[in-house]
Nanobody, 125 residues
């Protein structure tokens, strides 16, 4: 059974950085797409960044390009999201998700199916 646990959220001032972590268990991360999604107050959930673990292909939403970076540690079955130059509009609950995918390339735009409980990120002065 796939289990995902996020951590690292918190309250930060604009311009600061945070690192989110997602630890997976019950599956081999090698055969999955891993993604970070977020849902801001009163907004729909949106895709932030993904990484295809078959070949390491990464993808970023336009609103985070140049500020966020996704990475993985296969030995720890962990995916990270490094967030820099945070803005108030980055506020929201950030979710880690997994999708079984052996195709490589950019992760497909589908319901990832397996989700963590989320971690709150608040950017405010």
């Amino acid at each position: 059974q796939v289990r995902l646990v996020e951590s690292g959220g918190g309250l930060v001032q604009p311009g600061k950085s945070l690192r989110l972590s997602c630890v997976g268990s019950g599956f081999n991360l090698d055969y999955y797409c891993m993604g970070w999604f977020r849902q801001g107050p009163g907004k729909e959930r949106e895709r932030v960044s993904t990484i295809s673990n078959m070949d390491g292909t990464v993808e970023y939403a336009d609103f985070v390009k140049g500020r966020f970076s996704i990475s993985r540690d296969k030995a720890k079955n962990t995916v990270y999201l490094d967030m820099a130059n945070l803005k108030p509009e980055d506020t929201g609950v950030y979710y880690c998700a997994a999708y079984l995918w052996a195709g490589g390339g950019i992760c497909p735009r589908v319901d990832f199916g397996s989700w963590g409980q989320g971690t709150q990120v608040t950017v405010s002065s």
